[in-house]
């Protein structure tokens, strides 16, 4: 069995191999146009294949649940018309009890396991592509060089962009240009001119040098724990959005947990900047003098920088408060379930 089990996993092992070596030939050609314009593309195309498999890949189950959620909404709402409001109240709160709640967790979950298959395992097999294909020794091979992007820091000192960072800002500004065409309904034509002219505005920059990682507390690398702290502050704000579009903030509960993504948004803020100063930029020096005292000094000699730095270490200040408002939010929602399934009347009426 063991022999059998190591057979399939060399079987495995070679497929990856052929799909890596079909996708260097295919995008071989684009290597001309440097680094930057190749990862992008297939940035794109990565894109691309997700919006085409969460098209086409659908469940039976997925479209039962929706259609049963779909249903139970649709009812709720008819019941929020009742003439007497604390009636149209009472029956809402029945119906998301008696089942509006679990076919909503249930439809959710289940469209969460089809984007992980449509949206994320693309995102991260194409993720896993680029950084072998393009790693420190392809870079020096391919185009003489070990990085893709370099910029200048505050401080002077080069800042650097390797080929797995530079494929996530890729697909975030995709996702971003995607969703601001969709926003505001830009026609076809007018999308494709800003999709072109944005590249071309790339293509001016021309940087020089790169250096893929570094660390930030071994073995974690600064680059994915930034993109981390991005990953979830904007998380926060779509949840933030989705709460107040379903008008879920008028509940206690839920505009408690409102306030605790807030402050979980400001505290990845105050989060990034601190480790973009010292970590990643390096402008502010931090030296520990002993067990009570720090001795702060900015690269350039700013006292301003310095303050600021001081200050954005009190990152505790957003992010407790963003604990209490959740621990709150949470107890007011159980609260309110459970008196509601306790109320005479409310059982009645169930």
């Not at 909503?104 to 991260?124: A, M, N, Q």
């Not at 650097?160 to 926003?183: E, H, M, N, P, Q």
């Not at 250096?211 to 724990?225: D, F, N, R, V």
């Not at 704000?237 to 505009?255: A, M, N, S």
Request: proline share 3%; with cysteine; hydrophobic share 50%.
């Amino acid at each position: 069995m063991e022999d059998f089990l190591d057979i399939v996993w060399f079987k495995i092992i070679d497929f990856f191999h052929y799909i890596s070596k079909l996708l260097d030939a295919v995008f071989s050609p684009l290597n001309l146009l440097g680094p930057g314009f190749t990862i992008f593309t297939i940035a794109l195309l990565t894109v691309v294949i997700t919006k085409i498999l969460t098209g086409i890949f659908k469940t039976r189950r997925y479209r039962e649940l929706k259609k049963e959620f779909e249903h139970w909404f649709n009812i709720r709402q008819e019941a929020l018309k009742c003439d007497d409001p604390e009636k149209a109240k009472l029956l809402a709160k029945n119906i998301d009890q008696a089942k509006l709640n679990q076919v909503y967790w249930d439809y959710f979950l289940e469209g969460f396991l089809i984007s992980l298959v449509t949206r994320l395992l693309p995102i991260f097999l194409f993720f896993a592509y680029v950084n072998k294909a393009y790693q420190l020794e392809n870079l020096i091979k391919l185009f003489g060089r070990e990085y893709v992007f370099k910029f200048t820091g505050l401080n002077g000192e080069p800042f650097f962009v390797g080929a797995g960072l530079w494929f996530v800002i890729s697909i975030l500004l995709i996702y971003l240009c995607w969703f601001i065409i969709k926003r505001f309904t830009l026609q076809k034509q007018t999308a494709i001119a800003i999709f072109f002219l944005s590249i071309f505005a790339w293509g001016v920059i021309n940087p020089d040098h790169v250096l893929a990682t570094q660390s930030h507390g071994a073995p974690e690398g600064i680059y994915a724990h930034q993109i981390a702290h991005l990953f979830f502050m904007f998380s926060m704000g779509f949840f933030i959005h989705w709460l107040r579009d379903k008008k879920l903030v008028k509940e206690t509960g839920w505009r408690f947990i409102q306030y605790a993504a807030f402050f979980l948004i400001l505290w990845n803020i105050d989060a990034f900047l601190v480790h973009l100063l010292d970590d990643q930029l390096g402008v502010v020096q931090v030296l520990k003098i002993d067990s009570s005292h720090i001795q702060l000094s900015a690269g350039n000699g700013s006292n301003s920088l310095e303050t600021l730095f001081y200050f954005a270490k009190f990152d505790h200040l957003f992010c407790v408060p963003a604990l209490l408002f959740l621990y709150s939010g949470l107890r007011h929602l159980l609260k309110a379930s459970h008196s509601e399934i306790t109320r005479p009347e409310n059982q009645r009426n169930g």
